[in-house]
């Protein structure tokens, strides 16, 4: 087994160990790739004052996201696939989250359903939504999700229509994976991901199967995704969900400061500054450059997170310099989820708080919840004038 050090060692151990339709799912952007990259890259100008012979002492990472006390501010984002990625993949990562002591996301288009991850957890997860046109189908998933006990409902609102995702479509993507020769003999060469595989009975969306009308097999499942997706998505639907949840609210997908502007009028709880990975708008800024603008058009009236290119604590602390109160990770814990399971996912979160917890002492302070843009040296990254 290699020495893991970073989650870049994870990200080669889980190319190695997943098939490739379900790695380049985790690891691809829509188009050409350039705001896929640029969400990590446009971490990289941001630089750190160093402060020395300051008493580093008793660090603490811990602080709250939307009321929820958590061991550090990063939740683990909802993911699509994360069954595919490993057998079994959000129970183990939800097993991981909750045994660290941070939020994990469920997705709507997740391989585990809600009932399985709330039978093999303890504690409340969040569960994360999309708009579909059949209305009923939503009802009865936020009745799902209350019964399981979710303690917060992540409404994403970026996915209208699906972003052009050349990968996912030369791969032929779907779950179960059909069974067309190249991906027979790709599987073959994942051969731990294949025993775990045919020891688990969830290969599909346990969300949707049996639960959506008419949608009991692959193809009928297929065929309701395609036309399922709400083109004419409003604010007045962000309104019927939040009449129908009476918890706390999470809008995911905002890159702009009126639509930032929006959500503190629709009620929400806080907002994440999100590109969803690079997968949807290519040409889009990146989720670092986009946040100082939203946080200086709404910070102090709703709770802002972002995501989209954290790949380390540094980046972690960086967002929070920049005025976002949590983060979230996506293919972080994918890419632990991948190489090595449940272990993987709690190896991700144990390298992000080493460094996350190293570089605030570097920066002269010992307590998460101080840091602002003073860590920072001025003019390393893109302000709220430059984005307007």
Not at 91 to 118: K, N, Q, W, Y
Not at 239 to 244: A, G, N, P, S, T
Request: glycine share 8%; hydrophobic share 45%.
């Amino acid at each position: 087994m290699p020495v893991i050090t970073c989650i870049e060692d994870l990200r080669v151990l889980a190319q190695k160990r997943v098939p490739r339709m379900f790695y380049d799912y985790a690891d691809a952007g829509s188009w050409t790739e350039s705001t896929y990259r640029a969400n990590c890259s446009d971490f990289e100008p941001i630089k750190f004052r160093q402060r020395v012979a300051v008493n580093m002492e008793n660090r603490t990472l811990r602080t709250t996201m939307v009321g929820q006390d958590v061991r550090m501010p990063v939740a683990l984002a909802p993911t699509g696939f994360t069954g595919m990625q490993h057998a079994d993949g959000e129970i183990l990562a939800a097993r991981a989250a909750e045994r660290f002591g941070v939020p994990f996301t469920l997705s709507t288009m997740s391989i585990c359903s809600i009932e399985d991850v709330a039978a093999r957890t303890s504690k409340p997860f969040w569960f994360q939504l999309y708009m579909m046109r059949d209305r009923g189908f939503i009802e009865r998933l936020i009745e799902r999700a209350k019964a399981a006990n979710c303690s917060a409902l992540v409404l994403t609102l970026d996915l209208q229509v699906l972003g052009q995702r050349h990968k996912d479509l030369k791969n032929g993507l779907s779950a179960p994976p059909k069974l067309t020769l190249p991906n027979i003999l790709d599987m073959m060469t994942k051969p731990r991901w294949c025993m775990g595989m045919l020891q688990t009975p969830r290969r599909s969306f346990g969300n949707i199967v049996g639960h959506a009308s008419n949608v009991s097999d692959l193809s009928s499942l297929s065929a309701w995704t395609a036309q399922q997706f709400d083109p004419a998505l409003s604010w007045a639907d962000v309104e019927w969900i939040k009449q129908r949840w009476d918890g706390k609210l999470i809008i995911k997908g905002i890159m702009d400061a009126e639509d930032a502007r929006l959500a503190v009028a629709s009620g929400a709880d806080a907002i994440v500054v999100s590109n969803h990975g690079g997968r949807q708008l290519d040409g889009a800024l990146s989720s670092i450059a986009a946040l100082p603008a939203i946080v200086d058009a709404v910070g102090n009236q709703i709770e802002v997170h972002m995501d989209s290119g954290i790949r380390s604590g540094q980046d972690v602390i960086k967002a929070l310099a920049l005025g976002a109160k949590g983060v979230y990770i996506g293919r972080a814990f994918l890419y632990g989820l991948g190489a090595m399971g449940e272990e993987g996912v709690s190896k991700t979160l144990d390298i992000i708080e080493r460094e996350l917890d190293i570089t605030m002492a570097f920066c002269g302070l010992t307590d998460v919840r101080k840091v602002d843009k003073s860590i920072l040296i001025p003019g390393t990254w893109m302000t709220p004038q430059s984005v307007a």
